[in-house]
């Protein structure tokens, strides 16, 4: 059974930074490439990042791209997501997700606001 677990959030003023974690249980990570997604209070969930499983390689929402970066620890079965030049458009409640399983953590609240 896959169990993930996100941290991490939490309140931040427009321009500063923050990084999310999410530990992955119940698989063997490293086999696995991971997402990150978001969703604001009202809108659709949305992607925002992917990284493989080996490489690894990393792709970015044209959004967040330049300011976020997405990076793991196999060792520790963590994806990380590192957040800076956060804007109040970032706000919403922060996923991962294991690509091609379709369990879901509970997510993390990011509000970016003055």
């Known amino acids: 059974q896959v169990q993930l677990v996100e941290s991490g959030g939490g309140l931040v003023q427009p321009g500063g930074s923050l990084r999310l974690s999410c530990v992955a249980s119940g698989i063997t990570f490293s086999s696995f490439a991971m997402s990150w997604y978001r969703q604001a209070p009202g809108k659709e969930r949305e992607w925002v990042a992917t990284?493989?499983?080996?490489?690894?390689?990393?792709t970015y929402a044209d959004s967040v791209k330049g300011r976020f970066t997405i990076s793991r620890d196999n060792a520790k079965n963590t994806v990380y997501l590192q957040m800076n030049s956060l804007k109040p458009d970032d706000t919403a409640v922060y996923y991962c997700?294991?690509?091609?399983?379709?369990?879901w953590g509970q997510g993390t609240q990011v509000t970016v606001s003055s």
């Open positions: 997700k294991v690509i091609g399983r379709l369990a």
């Open positions: 990284i493989l499983s080996a490489g690894p390689k990393t």
